[in-house]
């Protein structure tokens, strides 16, 4: 008996959210000032510079840097734009959070899973398609899509966007999605226009933000824990099936936390560097002392999937070959009826 076309799904979506050499991000192109951080050093930004695991990207006025995923996938990355590719806390990690400003992708299909480009305020599932993603100073995101479908994700709300569609997700708030009315940078500019007028409400927003991020950080804790004991508990492939659907699930919503979070707390820091002697940039520094201690946790609850994966793949291997011992002593027991049978005719 063949296993079922769920129970496969499911050991693959497993086997594609184990650790697998993520495709390698490079810089095509560059026009005007742009400039690398990587591990807080400034570096010399470079044609042919493979970029990910944390780097930073960062535009200057009429500055645009193009990266490709590969030859049918590229970012443009547009002027005054502040980006982090990858994040050192995700190994192998390659997708893209755009921290402030506005870029533009447009992938071919991929052959399998989907490319993340993040925010402070959405993750979103590319598999092939063309958008335009622009984050304010303050934090808040506008996803314009001009082809394809795009899945948005935040805390508060998923939702599936159409050809033609726009998506805006304020800090701490749910996304709305509508048809097209404005561009991308007209978006962005009249976002900035006010921002220092509203520095308080904007702390506000980020206090009651990663607030949020911490209980769901603390659920997730449970949420693992109940996981590995499921796991550990698996006995047959539909177990398995259940237990490997939970999995990839949980680790890749992991994922897409903290690559808002970590988007949050590059924000922040920016807005309090900027706004450095307000009353606000306390609550911002406030507020990025707790987005580090979410990180920690969110860390944490990253080691403990890796090890429920390696769990799973080891009770995947004990279930299988007891299933195939079962069918090959099924087999033998066959043959041995079948010549006995045969010899009584005799």
Known sequence: MKPSI????????????????ASAMSVKFFIGQVSLVRSGKALPVKVGDIVGNGDILK???GA????????????????????????????????????????KGKFGKLKKGEYKIGSPTTVCGVRGTEFD???????????????????????????DLKEGS??????????????????????????????EENLDDRADKYESYMDNFEGDAAEDAEKIKSLRDETKKSKTKEDLEKSGEKIAAADSELEDSMMMNEASLNNMNSLSDEYKGSDAAGRFKSAVKKGDAVLKQQIKNRQAID??????????????KKF?????NIRKSLDEFKKSQQEGME
């Open 6 to 21: 769920r129970f496969v799904f499911a050991v693959l979506a497993i086997i594609l959210v184990m650790p697998a050499g």
């Open 59 to 61: 535009t200057g006025k």
């Open 64 to 103: 645009i840097v193009e990266l490709s995923l590969d030859e049918k996938s590229t970012i443009t990355v547009q002027a005054q734009s502040t980006v982090q590719i990858g994040s050192k806390n995700l190994k192998d990690s390659d997708g893209i959070s755009v921290v402030s400003g506005e870029v």
């Open 133 to 159: 993603v622009a984050v304010s100073k303050g934090g808040d995101t506008y996803v314009v899509l001009n082809e394809g479908s795009l899945a948005v994700r935040n805390p508060y709300k998923s939702i």
């Open 166 to 195: 726009s998506l805006e997700a304020d800090v701490a708030s749910e996304p709305v999605s509508g048809k097209i009315k404005v561009k991308s940078d007209a978006w962005e500019n009249m976002r900035n226009e006010n921002i």
């Open 307 to 320: 090890k429920v994966k390696a769990e799973y793949k080891e009770a995947y291997d004990r279930i299988m």
């Open 324 to 328: 195939q011992d079962d069918k090959s």
